[in-house]
């Protein structure tokens, strides 16, 4: 047996492969024909081609692409009964493909359903022809074909296409001085053949391996994928390490990555979060809200005496009063109840009464049974929802920035998430204004809310600073980097 990596480029054999399926992503495709033609030094060595009997229905919209339908594979094999010839067909040769991570994926899953391993070094004309050929409007195989002047017959049909990638093969093969691009692209420490087709592969060294955000875009620049990392460019690339189905689909529509470091994951999970809600990427799940928020409301009954109550909103500004479950809001209530001896029946807390009787609030002064004045039990409601209002904590979080001379923080004031920035350690601080000028402004919600709690059942008051009348210098901050979020 003949090593594959002792062999020259010229003697190496290159298994340039084409199939057509059923469609359905790469998990539910099934293949409906293969071609396969064997390459050696520019020439046809030998080829194969059939049509498959994908045991499976082919759609209306594939045979309208393809001219393959139900009929045409009805007596055609299955891919159990030719899986070892194609085996051996290609053994100890390079995988060659048109967007070879589509042919490849979808080739490895049939022999996997029959029970064979196929592993095959591979190489993908795309990116060989973005490299060797840079600057064209388009890679698919018809435009490239249009634009060398190569013929291309039988469009999507399996032999068709695979006769038009082999002229196209060894016109990037002639290209290649010493064949350097062809030895990196195979190079086992390289995965080009991972990447997305449409995408630079200067893009990817230029991801930081750094915390932030990430932005997959469409052709068009439109953002498809919004996503947070601790490495931005680790976790971009294990996208494309993926094998699911739309992971492989978010691949074949990106065409540009943009990126923004934010220092530390909990500002990538704040601004991941905004970026969600705001651009609605086609590939990110929706953020589940609840179905209805809660806000304590007021009003003033035909008595002149101020009640409370619970209201739905849809609403998700994260106002103060702003309760994401009814039982977290009775639950505030229930302490304003506690707290300025309000009346659990003027609160909402109790229903179809004359006189309060709660289970747990005794705090009731009587106003209920005409013993307290109008006068006196307004003034302890109007002071109740000034706590509501100012009674929750405001809060500066710091954390490592963007480089080691900067600060990063979260700005949250009366309990509602303002914003996070960055400033330089040499700042010295002595009131909250002074965090405004490096201020972006952020919008409170739910997952916003949610984000912050997390964080603070998780890290506790680690690099957390009260709003306190005290200077802060922050270059004296000798953060540790486990602290970090």
Do not use: M, W
């Given at each position: 047996m003949v090593l594959i990596g002792l062999l020259t480029m010229q003697d190496r054999i290159f298994a340039i492969t084409d199939i057509e399926t059923t469609g359905g992503g790469i998990n539910?495709?099934?293949?409906?024909?293969?071609?396969?033609?064997?390459?050696?030094?520019?020439?046809v060595i030998d080829k194969y081609s059939s049509l498959v009997n994908p045991r499976a229905f082919i759609p209306p919209y594939i045979t309208a692409l393809t001219g393959i339908d139900n009929t045409m594979v009805e007596d055609a094999p299955t891919f159990e009964?030719?899986?070892?010839?194609?085996?051996?067909?290609?053994?100890?040769?390079?995988?060659?493909?048109?967007?070879?991570?589509?042919?490849?994926?979808?080739?490895?899953?049939?022999?996997?359903?029959?029970?064979?391993?196929?592993?095959?070094?591979?190489?993908?004309?795309?990116r060989l022809a973005r490299k060797l050929i840079p600057n064209l409007l388009s890679y698919s195989l018809g435009r490239l074909c249009d634009t060398l002047s190569i013929p291309h017959f039988n469009k999507h049909r399996a032999e068709g296409d695979v006769d038009a990638t082999v002229i196209l093969f060894s016109r990037l093969f002639s290209l290649d001085d010493d064949f350097k691009v062809f030895r990196s692209f195979l190079n086992q420490q390289n995965k080009q053949a991972t990447l997305p087709p449409h995408l630079p592969s200067e893009q990817i060294e230029q991801l930081p391996q750094e915390p932030g955000i990430y932005f997959f875009k469409n052709q068009k620049q439109k953002v498809i994928y919004v996503g947070k990392a601790k490495n931005i460019k680790k976790r971009?690339?294990?996208?494309?390490?993926?094998?699911?189905?739309?992971?492989?689909?978010?691949?074949?529509?990106?065409?540009?990555?943009?990126?923004?470091?934010?220092?530390?994951?909990?500002?990538?999970?704040?601004?991941e979060s905004e970026n969600i809600r705001s651009l609605y990427p086609k590939y990110n799940r929706a953020q589940k809200r609840p179905t209805n928020c809660y806000q304590i409301i007021r009003y003033t009954n035909r008595l002149g005496i101020i009640q409370l109550a619970l209201g739905k909103t849809r609403s998700y500004t994260g106002s103060g009063d702003t309760f994401y479950s009814r039982t977290e809001a009775v639950e505030a209530l229930e302490n304003l109840c506690r707290e300025f001896n309000l009346c659990p029946r003027f609160c909402g807390l109790q229903q179809q009464v004359d006189v309060c009787s709660h289970y747990q609030?005794?705090?009731?002064?009587?106003?209920?049974?005409?013993?307290?004045?109008?006068?006196?039990?307004?003034?302890?409601?109007?002071?109740?929802?000034?706590?509501?209002?100012?009674?929750?904590?405001?809060?500066?979080?710091?954390?490592?920035g963007r480089t080691k001379d900067e600060v990063a923080f979260v700005m949250v004031v009366a309990g509602i998430y303002k914003g996070y920035g960055f400033f330089d350690r040499s700042?010295?601080?002595?009131?909250?204004?002074?965090?405004?000028?490096?201020?972006?402004?952020?919008?409170?919600?739910?997952?916003?809310?949610?984000?912050?709690?997390?964080?603070?059942?998780?890290?506790?008051?680690?690099?957390?600073?009260?709003?306190?009348?005290?200077?802060?210098?922050?270059?004296?901050?000798?953060?540790?980097?486990?602290?970090?979020?």
């Open positions: 539910g495709n099934c293949i409906t024909e293969i071609c396969i033609a064997l390459v050696r030094n520019g020439e009964e030719i899986a070892a010839e194609i085996d051996a067909f290609t053994q100890e040769t390079i995988f060659v493909a048109h967007n070879v991570s589509f042919d490849y994926e979808v080739l490895r899953n049939e022999f996997k359903n029959v029970g064979i391993q196929f592993s095959r070094r591979r190489l993908c004309t795309v971009v690339l294990s996208h494309f390490y993926d094998k699911n189905s739309k992971e492989y689909h978010l691949g074949q529509e990106t065409y540009f990555i943009d990126f923004e470091e934010t220092g530390n994951e909990l500002i990538a999970l704040l601004t609030i005794k705090s009731c002064e009587g106003i209920c049974e005409g013993k307290e004045s109008v006068e006196k039990y307004n003034l302890k409601v109007e002071a109740a929802l000034n706590y509501l209002f100012s009674g929750r904590p405001t809060y500066v979080i710091h954390g490592a700042e010295s601080f002595s009131c909250l204004s002074d965090y405004e000028p490096y201020l972006k402004l952020g919008k409170s919600g739910y997952h916003t809310d949610l984000i912050l709690r997390q964080h603070l059942r998780k890290n506790g008051e680690k690099n957390l600073v009260y709003y306190e009348n005290q200077k802060l210098d922050f270059h004296e901050i000798q953060f540790q980097e486990t602290l970090f979020f």
